[in-house]
């Protein structure tokens, strides 16, 4: 499995932005994928995550009603739509992957992209 994030980048505060994770060796149809995010000194955390079994979505208090998660199935390509974006929004943004459903548990994610870096001015 591997999975490659893009779309990171510099972006003044009320800005958008929209990361990509193309997924390989990895049937998206039927696994739980989402985005979590790293800033410097903290602790990891979850931020919105999909589980194609009952379609389930979960999503973070600091970003419900900013953040969207998307996926395109033909593409093997997950997104997040970021809007109104802070600048405590910075952090390194990671696309995961797991066979189960975990939520917002980052700890239980197996495989992971090597992130890709936002900053919010």
């Known amino acids: 499995v591997q999975l490659v994030e893009s779309g990171g980048g510099s972006v003044q505060a009320g800005g958008s932005l929209t990361l990509s994770c193309v997924a390989s060796?990895?049937?998206?149809?039927?696994?739980?994928m989402g985005w979590f995010r790293q800033a410097p000194g903290k602790e990891r955390e979850g931020l919105v995550t999909?589980?194609?079994?009952?379609?389930?979505?979960y999503i973070a208090d600091a970003v419900k009603g900013r953040f969207t998660i998307s996926k395109d199935n033909d593409k093997n390509t997950l997104y997040l739509q970021m809007n109104r974006l802070k600048p405590e929004d910075t952090a390194m943004y990671y696309c995961?992957?797991?066979?189960?459903?975990?939520?917002?548990?980052?700890?239980?994610?197996?495989?992971w992209g090597q992130g890709t870096q936002v900053t919010v001015s």
């Open positions: 995961a992957a797991d066979e189960y459903n975990h939520g917002l548990a980052w700890r239980q994610y197996q495989h």
């Open positions: 060796g990895w049937s998206m149809k039927t696994q739980c």
């Open positions: 999909m589980y194609t079994w009952g379609g389930r979505t």
